[in-house]
């Protein structure tokens, strides 16, 4: 046998073996920078790109305070409870303020008819010009005090601006609240806005109405969802900006406060 013909069926595999003991030692080092310069591995990573952590939050919430200080006689609705529109959430005791009404009511009719006494005097010309205005200006302040009391006691009782549940109650029945102390903290739930932050050079692309969708990691289910409005300014140093989205349609196992991952499909023309 010639030396040709003992090396011809030895050099292939040799170096087919070589390039494979290579392509594992760079593989181990390199690990995923490996796997990543392969076409499939490429496609795929764009599809990361799009993934971004959200929150859901209330359309809207507020905190519910006491505007006088009074005891608290009855709180309508419990923590976690629903309400509607206009419903009253919390009941003052107003006994004082009540009274303090009906001395500011009969302050005014003595003033009013004093004032009426000294306009028929002034006809007469038995009464000062002096002393008419000085009756008719207590008049005009008495006047005053009754619709300050009656301001006062609408604000005895507090109603719901819009419908929801009730986040936390600060307040108890039969406490004593001072005035400007929050006593419930409401949300309406009626409808759910995804928050969360993208690269500003995704403007290009994700414009209000852009669908999507969310998985939510307290539920494990994937909700569709679009883009109602992107924020007014652009974070300079993480160039980020805050974008707002909207759960399509209602679903009662979600809660303010869920979060999850936001997926967008990947086109050829967005850029990561």
């Known amino acids: 046998m010639s030396r040709s013909d003992t090396k011809r069926p030895i050099r292939k595999p040799a170096l087919w073996a070589a390039?494979?003991?290579?392509?594992?030692?760079?593989g181990s080092t390199l690990g995923v920078g490996v796997i990543s310069a392969l076409p499939s591995s490429a496609e795929a990573a764009p599809v990361r790109a799009r993934e971004i952590r959200a929150q859901l939050t209330p359309r809207r919430y507020t905190t519910i305070s006491s505007e006088i200080g009074a005891r608290i006689s009855n709180i309508h609705v419990s923590e976690g409870g629903y309400f509607k529109a206009g419903q009253k959430l919390v009941s003052f005791d107003c006994s004082l303020q009540q009274a303090q009404l009906r001395k500011s009511e009969a302050d005014l009719s003595s003033a009013e008819k004093t004032f009426s006494a000294n306009k028929r005097l002034a006809e007469l010309n038995s009464v000062g010009q002096v002393e008419l205005d000085l009756?008719?200006?207590a008049s005009r302040k008495a006047a005053a005090d009754v619709e300050m009391s009656r301001t006062l006691l609408r604000k005895c009782s507090i109603s719901a601006p819009y419908s929801g549940r009730v986040?936390?109650?600060?307040?108890?029945?039969?406490?004593?609240a001072q005035a400007g102390q929050p006593l419930l903290e409401i949300l309406d739930d009626s409808a759910l806005e995804l928050e969360y932050l993208v690269?500003?050079?995704?403007l290009v692309w994700l414009k209000p109405g852009a669908r999507?969708?969310?998985r939510i990691d307290e539920t494990?289910?994937?909700?569709?969802?679009t883009v109602v409005r992107t924020g007014a300014r652009i974070d300079p140093v993480s160039q980020s900006i805050k974008i707002k989205g909207q759960v399509a349609g209602r679903y009662p196992e979600l809660l303010a406060g869920m979060?999850?991952?936001?997926?967008f499909p990947v086109n050829s023309t967005q850029k990561k």
Request: aromatic share 12%.
């Open 220 to 225: 494990g289910k994937t909700y569709p969802a």
């Open 212 to 214: 999507f969708f969310v």
């Open 167 to 176: 986040a936390e109650q600060r307040g108890r029945e039969q406490q004593f």
């Open 135 to 137: 009756s008719q200006a």
């Open 259 to 263: 979060s999850g991952v936001v997926s």
């Open 19 to 26: 390039a494979m003991v290579v392509a594992s030692v760079a």
């Open 199 to 202: 690269p500003s050079r995704w």
